[in-house]
């Protein structure tokens, strides 16, 4: 018997104010959208409630995170359990006196299963070219120190956020560990950059799904935010020669919704069995510092 599982990525638009609020709607619009098209998980882009506020340096940070449950995001994570939807909701989590860029993730019934906090945290210089605001998310984002993988209706999952993507050895680590599917909530920009970014911008999440068997969801932001612009193109990927099931536009916020069939990752894995010719042994180096 087929296992599936229909998964939502849900695209949203730039943000342009510092009131958290605002987004709340706008969120529960997209859980119903993907409501009615039959989904069973949701995951939004990274940090989606807030501006990309670590494009700039301000000593003001504390208003952008949470620490959840809050009162602020509360509809929304009722808004799912109303569709017995689960859900990815990444977020910027203030965990005493730490500060992280996480994912919490919840099942069908709105109880959380966990959270996944960023592993690698970037900074990225500013330039002259149109969009290049540069970013620095190493001054206010603490690095996690976990790859955990998450039961979800006995399907694995696991997430990485936005730059952990650019690592082949985080999604490699969560599929050793049994994922199935790793969703990969992204906020990634163009910073001015066509040759590095945008027309790059499918290579890296296609080879996670390939070069490890696993369906990769990944979510972005999209539109100008400010002159900082987002590109959109939100994907959800099948193991099976990376083949794209869903790819969104640049401009516009957007659900988009695929049904898995859990099949494809015994035949990914089977018909390029890195499993069976893996040589660990030879590997200790990436360990390394």
Same mark, same amino acid.
């Given at each position: 018997?087929?296992?599936?599982?229909?998964?939502?990525? =849900?695209?949203?638009?730039?943000?342009?104010?510092?009131?958290? +609020?605002?987004?709340?709607?706008?969120?529960?619009?997209?859980?119903?959208? =993907?409501?009615?098209?039959?989904?069973?998980? !949701?995951?939004?882009?990274?940090?989606?409630?807030?501006?990309?506020?670590?494009?700039?340096?301000?000593?003001?940070?504390?208003?952008?995170?949470?620490?959840?449950?809050?009162?602020?995001?509360?509809? !929304?994570?009722?808004?799912?359990?109303?569709?017995?939807?689960?859900?990815?909701?990444?977020?910027?989590?203030?965990?005493? +006196?730490?500060?992280?860029?996480?994912?919490?993730?919840?099942?069908?019934?709105?109880?959380?299963?966990?959270?996944?906090?960023?592993?690698? !945290?970037?900074? !990225?210089?500013?330039?002259?070219?149109?969009?290049?605001?540069?970013?620095?998310?190493?001054?206010?984002?603490?690095?996690?120190?976990?790859?955990?993988?998450?039961?979800?209706? #006995?399907?694995?999952?696991?997430?990485?956020?936005?730059?952990?993507?650019?690592?082949?050895?985080?999604?490699?680590?969560? =599929?050793?560990?049994?994922?199935?599917?790793?969703?990969?909530?992204?906020?990634?920009?163009?910073?001015?950059?066509?040759?590095?970014?945008?027309?790059? /911008?499918?290579?890296?999440?296609?080879?996670?799904?390939?070069?490890?068997?696993?369906?990769?969801?990944?979510?972005?932001?999209?539109?100008?935010?400010?002159? @900082?612009?987002?590109? #959109?193109? +939100?994907?959800?990927?099948?193991?099976?020669?990376?083949?794209?099931?869903?790819?969104?536009? +640049?401009?516009?916020?957007?659900?988009?919704?695929?049904?898995?069939?859990?099949?494809?990752?015994?035949?990914?894995?089977?018909?390029?069995? /890195?499993?069976?010719? @893996?040589?660990?042994?030879?590997?200790?180096?990436?360990?390394?510092?």
């Amino acid at each position: 018997m087929a296992r599936t599982i229909t998964v939502a990525a =849900a695209q949203t638009g730039p943000v342009l104010t510092d009131d958290l +609020s605002a987004q709340v709607a706008p969120a529960c619009e997209m859980i119903d959208q =993907a409501a009615r098209q039959g989904a069973d998980v !949701i995951c939004f882009p990274e940090v989606f409630m807030t501006p990309f506020f670590p494009n700039r340096l301000i000593d003001d940070f504390d208003k952008y995170f949470l620490t959840l449950p809050d009162p602020l995001t509360d509809p !929304i994570f009722e808004r799912a359990a109303r569709h017995s939807m689960a859900m990815v909701f990444p977020y910027a989590e203030r965990c005493g +006196s730490h500060y992280y860029n996480a994912a919490a993730i919840t099942d069908r019934s709105g109880k959380l299963l966990g959270t996944y906090r960023k592993t690698h !945290i970037p900074a !990225i210089l500013p330039s002259k070219a149109r969009g290049g605001t540069g970013s620095y998310e190493k001054f206010y984002f603490t690095p996690g120190d976990a790859l955990p993988v998450f039961d979800l209706d #006995g399907i694995r999952i696991g997430v990485q956020i936005c730059y952990d993507r650019k690592f082949p050895e985080g999604c490699r680590a969560l =599929a050793i560990a049994g994922a199935e599917i790793v969703f990969i909530p992204i906020c990634a920009a163009t910073y001015g950059e066509q040759k590095l970014r945008a027309e790059t /911008w499918e290579l890296p999440i296609q080879a996670r799904a390939y070069e490890n068997g696993v369906f990769v969801v990944a979510p972005n932001r999209a539109g100008d935010e400010h002159g @900082r612009l987002h590109m #959109g193109k +939100s994907m959800i990927v099948n193991p099976v020669g990376a083949e794209t099931m869903a790819l969104g536009g +640049s401009e516009e916020p957007e659900v988009l919704v695929a049904t898995l069939d859990l099949d494809d990752v015994r035949v990914a894995q089977k018909s390029l069995p /890195w499993w069976r010719d @893996r040589r660990p042994e030879l590997y200790a180096t990436l360990a390394g510092t």
